[in-house]
T-cell receptor, first 113, second 115 residues
């Protein structure tokens, strides 16, 4: 297994457009997380899945953001009507078990122009 | 309230001297604690983790951290810094809340290593 994979690595979009990112976790991991990191800041929690169930969603996540993990494997994060403030690195991580460490992907860098 | 605080946003050391990166947490429960490192344009890499076993945890690249419950601290140390240690370091806490257990990141400490 090559670890957590994210696609695309970079995305430039115009304000108002919709974007979708994909995350493929480590295959045996049942937990999948999405984080957002802006320049000079630590990653901020967005949402978390255990298998296909979305168990927690940050209050930072506006209704323009939606995430799915339809079969408990890969996940998608969609941002509708993008705004310049959405420009950030979007990180995906996966883990197995309640105390295990999370393994992070390389991230998707979104630039909204 | 549950939180994690990294006390220094920037730390600068000379190569070959000790490194100390400080982290404190606030929690009603015993958390799981981690240190991650992020090199420029690279993904987050786990350095070490504490999950209620031994309080002194050894990680990769000569780093270690000690969990001190009485001080609610989990400071990261290394006896001798190397140029390749220059990076951003994040203290991360897993709080068991409700039905989930998200990871909460500190604001990060930028480590600079000088010759």
């Amino acid at each position: 297994d090559t670890g957590v994979s994210q696609d695309p690595r970079h995305k430039i979009t115009k304000r108002g457009q919709n974007v979708t990112f994909r995350c493929d976790p480590i295959s045996e991991h049942n937990r999948l997380y999405w984080y957002r990191q802006t320049l000079g800041q630590g990653p901020e929690f967005l949402t978390y899945f255990q298998n296909e169930a979305q168990l927690e969603k940050s209050r930072l996540l506006s209704d323009r953001f939606s995430a799915e993990r339809p079969k408990g494997s890969f996940s998608t994060l969609e941002i509708q009507r993008t705004e310049q403030g959405d420009s950030a690195m979007y990180l995906c991580a996966s883990s197995q078990g309640s105390v295990a460490e999370a393994f992070f992907g390389q991230g998707t860098r979104l630039t909204v122009v | 309230a549950q939180s994690v605080t990294q006390l220094d946003s920037h730390v600068s050391v000379s190569e070959g001297t000790p490194v100390l990166l400080r982290c404190n947490y606030s929690s009603s429960y015993s958390p799981s604690l981690f240190w991650y490192v992020q090199h420029p344009n690279k993904g987050l890499q786990l350095l070490l983790k504490y999950t209620s076993a031994a309080t002194l945890v050894k990680g990769i690249n000569g780093f270690e951290a000690e969990f001190k419950k009485s001080e609610t601290s989990f400071h990261l140390t290394k006896p001798s810094a190397h140029m390749s240690d220059a990076a951003e370091y994040f203290c991360v806490v897993r709080f068991i809340t409700g039905g989930g257990n998200k990871l909460t990141f500190g604001t990060g400490t930028q480590l600079k290593v000088e010759l």
